[in-house]
């Protein structure tokens, strides 16, 4: 049994093992994350917000992609410093390295699959890195290992993590007092709503459903 933060209510504890996790993973267990890097985030899902969370906590800079430009002001608010609409600026990895001055990232954390796999290495610092943590974009889709090659890239995939990290992780959320973000909670006999809100891509932080002693 592993202790989780003490300060954390049982509905931000339990957002921990998975997505908080395999953030922490990607940028600091396997990443090796340390202040002033630049991080690229993909959307605002469970994974991307602790991710920014835990950059920000180590002093890295973030820029956040997302489709929706209100997501975007709200992911400004907790302190990306660089915001991207995908969908309105298809070509992002441009916009990337005007942010960043012509440097480019040295981690991303890569959702969308082989979609925007290639912006994703484009946007790299040479010896940046990408931590593959999903495909939202479809599982088809050719990539180009020459641009691996050229960016001197480092590319793993991340699939949360283990217990010496997950004790690592609680233990900086325990000593920063960082919270987890938290859209809504949810009866567990209240599903079909908390799913139906799910999908409809509207939340911004974690759905939670609660499991009562009843």
Same mark, same amino acid.
């Given at each position: 049994?592993?202790?989780?933060?003490?300060?954390?209510? %049982?509905?931000?504890?339990?957002?921990?093992?998975?997505?908080?996790?395999?953030? %922490?993973?990607? *940028?600091?267990?396997?990443?090796?994350?340390?202040?002033?890097? %630049?991080?690229?985030?993909?959307?605002?899902?469970?994974?991307?917000?602790?991710?920014?969370?835990?950059?920000?906590?180590?002093?890295?800079?973030?820029?956040?992609?997302?489709?929706?430009?209100?997501?975007?002001?709200?992911?400004?608010?907790?302190?990306?410093?660089?915001?991207?609409?995908?969908?309105?600026?298809?070509?992002?990895?441009?916009?990337?390295?005007?942010?960043?001055?012509?440097?480019?990232?040295? !981690?991303?954390?890569?959702?969308?699959?082989?979609?925007?796999?290639?912006?994703? *290495?484009?946007? *790299? !610092?040479?010896?940046?890195?990408?931590?593959?943590?999903?495909?939202?974009?479809?599982?088809?889709?050719?990539?180009?290992?020459?641009?691996?090659?050229?960016?001197?890239?480092?590319?793993?995939?991340?699939?949360?993590?283990?217990?010496?990290s997950f004790e690592a992780m609680n233990?900086?959320?325990?000593?920063?007092?960082?919270?987890?973000?938290?859209d809504s909670v949810y009866d567990w006999?209240? *599903?079909?709503?908390?799913?139906?809100?799910?999908?409809?891509?509207? !939340?911004?932080?974690?759905?939670?459903?609660?499991?009562?002693?009843?």
């Amino acid at each position: 049994m592993v202790a989780c933060p003490a300060h954390l209510s %049982w509905e931000e504890a339990a957002t921990l093992p998975c997505a908080a996790l395999t953030a %922490w993973q990607a *940028l600091l267990a396997e990443g090796q994350l340390k202040a002033g890097d %630049w991080v690229l985030l993909q959307g605002s899902g469970g994974v991307s917000l602790f991710a920014l969370q835990f950059a920000l906590l180590h002093g890295a800079r973030v820029i956040c992609s997302s489709s929706q430009d209100e997501k975007l002001q709200r992911l400004a608010v907790m302190g990306a410093t660089g915001l991207i609409n995908y969908r309105s600026t298809p070509d992002w990895h441009q916009q990337v390295m005007d942010i960043t001055s012509g440097y480019g990232v040295d !981690h991303v954390l890569e959702v969308g699959g082989p979609g925007s796999f290639a912006q994703s *290495l484009l946007s *790299l !610092h040479p010896s940046g890195q990408v931590n593959v943590i999903g495909y939202l974009g479809g599982q088809q889709g050719e990539i180009n290992p020459l641009l691996i090659l050229q960016k001197n890239a480092r590319v793993r995939g991340i699939a949360v993590g283990p217990r010496q990290s997950f004790e690592a992780m609680n233990r900086a959320i325990e000593s920063s007092g960082m919270r987890p973000l938290i859209d809504s909670v949810y009866d567990w006999l209240d *599903l079909p709503n908390a799913l139906a809100y799910l999908q409809s891509g509207r !939340h911004f932080g974690k759905v939670v459903l609660r499991i009562s002693a009843d």
